[in-house]
């Protein structure tokens, strides 16, 4: 069983990383990082509320105070995946993968100052790992693909990212179920989609070349959302949390490696250093919680 729940991570930390793939097919049509944010959770929403309702109804059923819970987390990820899209766009998407993944460290520092957690040498070697990788990620010591705005959208988007989880980890103290949590947290990242970018302003996009459009749509909300959410769950039945977060460090890898195959970009050795410098340090802090 563990044999199988590896490889459900290591399949959904793939399938997480072709994220930068469908934005770069999806941005020349004229997709905003907003819009293609509101397609990814549209989609994503409608295909859970399916399987919800054809699974057990009951998890629809949630009180006033999980309801405010779980929709706080749903602003989370639709400004985690916005804000994500946008840093992709303005620098690269190794860059933007690799900034959004520091989020364990913030959940880290977050932890120490209001849940009263020890700040444990592990952690403070996490944290200077950290903040070396991101310079040397950000491209500011050779002056390449530097976009001050691109990094600080990317650092931004681990916060609002770590922030998904703080609540997340909040939600289910309080007994919250993970699948009531997701389909709410989804409801709400369509509904301020839907307000933030008008649905039919999608529609006219699409329509340009639907046969393109409409398959990148739909994929980027089962892709790189609905599925691995499923595999990465499931794992967690047979793997500790520590264990999972470490091993789901395969998205950022994966995305660095697609951008550079399928996307042409192209990585320095201080890059590659500072990418490997940010994944040692989650995967030290994983290994300090589990």
């Known amino acids: 069983m563990k044999t199988k729940a590896f490889i459900y991570i290591v399949v959904a930390g793939l399938l997480w990383g072709t994220s930068g793939i469908f934005v770069h097919y999806m941005a020349p049509y004229g997709f905003s990082s907003f819009q293609i944010t509101a397609v990814r959770g549209i989609v994503s929403f409608v295909g859970m509320l399916l399987f919800v309702l ?167 909300g089962v892709v790189t959302f609905i599925l691995p959410y499923f595999l990465y769950t499931m794992a967690l039945g047979d793997l500790p949390a520590g264990t999972a977060s470490a091993l789901s460090i395969v998205e950022p890898m994966a995305a660095t490696v697609f951008s550079v195959i399928f996307l042409g970009e192209t990585i320095g050795w201080l890059s590659w250093t500072g990418i490997a410098l940010i994944l040692l340090s989650t995967v030290l802090l994983s290994r300090e919680k589990s």
Do not use: H
């Open 54 to 220: 054809l699974k057990n109804r009951s998890l629809l059923k949630v009180t006033w105070r999980q309801l405010l819970m779980y929709s706080v987390c749903g602003l989370c990820l639709y400004l985690t995946a916005a804000l994500y899209y946008t840093s992709m766009q303005l620098t690269s998407v190794s860059t933007a993968v690799v900034l959004m993944d520091m989020a364990p460290i913030y959940v880290a520092v977050v932890s120490v100052l209001f849940f009263g957690e020890r700040f444990t040498k592990m952690k403070l070697f996490s944290v200077i790992g950290m903040l070396v990788g991101c310079i040397l990620v950000s491209g500011v010591l050779t002056g390449l693909a530097f976009d001050v705005w691109g990094i600080l959208i990317g650092v931004i988007s681990g916060f609002t990212y770590a922030g998904y989880n703080i609540f997340t980890k909040l939600s289910m103290r309080q007994g919250g179920n993970p699948m009531s949590l997701t389909v709410y947290a989804f409801l709400t990242m369509a509904l301020i989609a839907c307000v933030v970018t008008p649905p039919w302003e999608i529609v006219a996009i699409a329509a340009q070349a639907p046969m393109i459009t409409v398959p990148l749509c739909i994929g980027i």
